[in-house]
């Protein structure tokens, strides 16, 4: 049995220490906000919060969390850049089938927690884990500066 700190509340999870944080959050848990894409690290559609570094909740074994507090998009609007980031997502209309937006705004969010006010190719660098089949790219970008001019 272990204690995970999910969006700022205790819950106890009984889970194999090999199985992913993705799995524990969507199987166990019913948070089915973070996405299963290819299941090794290649999309970045399970894109969390450990503390303050974003990572892939598919390949973040229950072993690897310690007592870092974990963020997920249900919990993202919560401080005030996730706030901005989400708003700026709905002003741009950023979302397309939306399967990959929730790792994109995860990221976006760790991005301009420590980068108030990247350029297009900080941007573009930070973002480059994170796949979106339909596209969306320019209106992500446009999204982050919009976040960051809030
Ligand atoms: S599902 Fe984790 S990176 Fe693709
Ligand atoms: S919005 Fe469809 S995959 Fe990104």
């Known amino acids: 049995m272990k204690t995970l700190v999910i969006n700022g509340v205790s819950?106890?999870?009984?889970?194999?220490?090999?199985?992913?944080?993705?799995?524990?959050?969507?199987?166990?848990?019913?948070?089915?906000?973070?996405?299963?894409?290819?299941?090794?690290?290649?999309?970045?559609a399970c894109t969390v919060h450990l503390g303050d570094e974003a990572v892939r909740a598919c390949q973040t074994t229950m072993d690897m969390i310690d007592s870092q507090p974990i963020t997920t998009i249900e919990g993202a609007a919560a401080n005030s850049i996730g706030a901005k980031v989400q708003a700026a997502w709905l002003e741009k209309e950023v979302v397309q089938c939306g399967y990959c937006q929730s790792g994109q705004i995860m990221s976006a969010i760790a991005l301009l927690s420590s980068n108030p006010k990247p350029s297009d190719a900080e941007i573009d660098d930070a973002m480059a884990g994170n796949i979106c089949r339909c596209g969306t790219y320019v209106r992500i970008r446009e999204a982050i500066h919009a976040a960051a001019s809030a």
């Open 11 to 44: 819950h106890q999870v009984e889970a194999p220490d090999d199985m992913p944080l993705l799995w524990v959050l969507r199987d166990i848990l019913g948070m089915t906000g973070t996405k299963y894409g290819c299941g090794i690290a290649q999309c970045g």
